[in-house]
C-alpha cells in the first residue's frame, strides 16, 4: 500500500467513526470500498465533496474506489437527516443526472487507469429493477428484525418528532434497500467498506449485518464527520441555496468567493479537507496565516486549489479577476474580458436602468447617463458637481462633463458600469 488511508484522513479531520478491525484490513492488500451518491440533481454540491475527496484518498492509498449512482434510493428518498419525504424521480431523469455526475466525479477520481485500482461507476438501480416485491422481502427482508430498524437513530428521529408526519413505509425500507446494496457489492466486487457521512452509520451498518447474515461475510464501515461552519449557518448553503458543482448553476465566481469568505477557523480546518496539499504545505500555511492573519492567506490557498479542482486554471484567473474589479484596481479591459454571467454576478444587486441602442450612436452625454435617464444621482446639478470633482468612472475610469458614453464602452455588447466614488455602482442595460 502506499500510505495508511486511516492514518491521513485522521489527520486532515476526515474521521468520525470506524468499524473495529477497520485500519487493519486495509493494510493487508489492496480492498475495494464504495461510497453512496445521491442523483436527484443533475449535479454534485459542495456537501457532496467530502466523501468524494474521502474516495480520491482511498484511491491514492492503492485501493479500488466505488461511486455508487442511487437510481434505485434516489427512487425512495433516504431519511437520515430529512425531516420529509422528498419528490421521486423517473429513470430518464436519473439517467441524465448519472452522466452528469460521472463527468464530474472525473475530475476527482481516475476511472480509465491501466492499474487495478481504476475507479468504477455503478448504478443500484441495475440490480435493484429487476427484484420483485415478493423476492426482497423473502430473501432480504427476513434476515434483519423490525426492532433492529427501529433502533437506528434516522428512524427514531422521525418516529418521535412532534412537529413531522412520521415516516412511509417506503422510507424506513431505505436502509434494507442500501444496505442490499453493500450485499450486492460484496458478492460482485469483494467490496467490503461503505464509507459516507456521519449521519449514514445507521445504513451502513444495516450493510455489514446483511453481509455477515446472509453472506457469510465480513463488511466494513468507515464514516466522515459533517461538514460544519463556526458561526452556526449550514455548511454549502447561501441565501441563494446550494454551492453547486456545475458551473451553470453555480458560476465559477461565485464558487470562488465561497471559500474566500471563509472564517479563519473554518478555513484551518476546510483546507486540511478539501485539498490534496500535504501536512508540511498545511501547516506552514496555517503558521503564516495566524501571523498575518489579514492577508487571508489560507483562505486564498483554500479558494485556488478547490477551483482549480472543480473547474479550471482558467476559470480559478477569471474568478480572481473578477474579485479585484471590486476590491483592488482594475481597468476598463478587465471588465471588459468578463463573461455576462460573471459579470452579473459580480454586480448582483446593483440598482440598472435600460437606455435604447441608438441613444449611443451620437454618443450620450454624461449628466444625462447620471441623472435624467437612469435617475443615479438626484439631478444634473449633483451629477455636475460629481463629475468636477473627478468622483465619476465609466467601465473603472475616470471622466468628465464632455465624455459621452458610445458602444466602444459597451461591456458584453450590452452594458455599461457607472460608478460614483469607490462604492457606488450603477448599470446601463442597452437594448
Known sequence: MNKNFVEELK??????????GTEEHLQKEMQSAYVGIDPTANSLHIGHLVSVMMLRHFQLAGHKPYALIGGATGMIGDPSGKSKERNLLDETTLRLNQEAIREQLSRFLDFDSEDNNAAVLVNNYDWMKEFSFLEFIRDVGKHITVNYMMAKDSVKKRLTSEDQEGMSFTEFTYQLVQGYDFLHLFREYNCTLQMGGSDQWGNITTGTEL?????????????CPLITKADGTKFGKTEGGNIWLDAHKTSPYRFYQYWLNTSDEDAEKYIKIFTFLSKKEIDGLIQEHREVPHLRVLQKKLAQEITIM??????????????????????SKDLKNLDEDTFLDVFEGVPQASVLKRELQDGLDMIAALSAKTGFLASNGEARRELKQNS????????????????????????????????????????
Open 392 to 431: 465619476i468612472s465609466v467601465n473603472k475610469e475616470k471622466v468628465t462633463e464632455d465624455y459621452k458614453i458610445s458602444s466602444v464602452d459597451l461591456i458584453n455588447n450590452k452594458y455599461v458600469l457607472l460608478q460614483r466614488g469607490k462604492k457606488n455602482y450603477f448599470i446601463l442595460v442597452i437594448n
Open 11 to 20: 489527520w486532515r479531520g476526515m474521521l468520525h467513526d470506524a468499524m473495529p
Open 211 to 223: 453481509i455477515r447474515r446472509i453472506g457469510g461475510g465480513k463488511g466494513f464501515a468507515l464514516t
Open 310 to 331: 472543480v473547474h479550471s486554471e482558467h476559470d480559478l484567473e477569471n474568478a480572481e479577476m473578477a474579485s479585484s474589479i471590486l476590491f483592488g484596481k482594475s481597468t
